[in-house]
């Protein structure tokens, strides 16, 4: 089946935040539908209004019913109520390619560290909880101050992509590629997502010593 990656209609959840908020803006800005989940609808409505106008229309919607709207789902929630959250939505997820954006860290004087993950990374546990999904890992590095930044038009940086079915991770390098100046790079099976999460802590220092927003750029291909 070939797909028209410029008709996806691109869900969030937890879309009201400003992971969420800020790939709703990029995809909107691409002409995408866009549908910011939330566990309140009003809260969804709330956030899909302030991105209205941005380009391809924007709704908001909960959780369950941007899962069923939507083509391509991105799960752009915290690590605490991940599993929860997507084991009470594989129903409404079954079939469809779910992106994993979640960074399992803790924070303390010392700055940004990984949390141990019983499954070996975010996108691992989110494929256990949805065993009828495609689950793929992508845009972790991807700062939300960029993402939100109406002055910013380019986004120069890879999106590391990691999954085990080939067309999703394929369709998810092409949906990265909708934002400008972004190339979506594969990276291996979802068994290598550990430490892709992982190195956003050591993004999240580079931030601080360089008051950044760095991303990666992987050479030679
Ligand atoms: N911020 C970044 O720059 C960035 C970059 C790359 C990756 N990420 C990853 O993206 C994810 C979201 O980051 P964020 O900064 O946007 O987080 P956030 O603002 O703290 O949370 C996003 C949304 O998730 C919902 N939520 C909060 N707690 C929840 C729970 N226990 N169960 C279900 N939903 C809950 C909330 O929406 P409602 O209350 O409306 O449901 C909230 O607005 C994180 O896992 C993070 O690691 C973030």
């Known amino acids: 089946m070939t797909v028209n990656v410029q008709e996806l209609v691109i869900g969030i959840l937890g879309g009201t935040g400003d992971q969420g908020r800020g ?9 995408h539908r866009v549908i910011i989940g939330s566990r309140s609808e009003e809260r969804a409505r709330a956030a899909a209004q302030e991105l209205a106008g941005s380009g391809g229309p924007v709704d908001g919607m909960t959780n369950a019913d941007a899962s069923r709207s939507a083509d391509v789902v991105i799960a752009a929630i915290p690590w605490e109520g991940h599993a929860e959250l997507l084991a009470s939505l594989a129903a409404e997820l079954a079939g469809k390619v779910v992106i994993d954006c979640v960074n399992p860290l803790g924070f303390d004087a010392k700055g940004a560290y990984p949390l141990p993950v019983p499954e070996g990374s975010a996108a691992q546990q989110a494929a256990a909880v949805l065993p009828d999904s495609t689950v793929v ?4 590095h991807v700062s ?23 067309e999703a991770t394929d369709l998810v390098q092409a949906l990265a590629a909708r934002i400008p100046g972004v190339r ?3 990276a291996g099976r ?8 992982a190195l956003t802590a050591n993004l999240v220092s580079v ?14 291909i």
């Open 23 to 31: 790939l709703a803006n990029r995809f909107a800005r691409a002409g």
């Open 137 to 140: 890992g992508a845009f972790h």
């Open 144 to 166: 939300a101050k960029l993402l939100l930044d109406a002055g910013v038009d380019t986004i120069d940086m890879d999106v590391l992509v990691l999954g085990d079915d080939r």
């Open 184 to 186: 979506g790079v594969y």
């Open 190 to 197: 979802l068994r290598n997502a550990g430490q892709v999460e």
């Open 207 to 220: 931030n601080r010593r360089y008051k950044a927003h760095a991303g990666l750029r992987v050479t030679d």
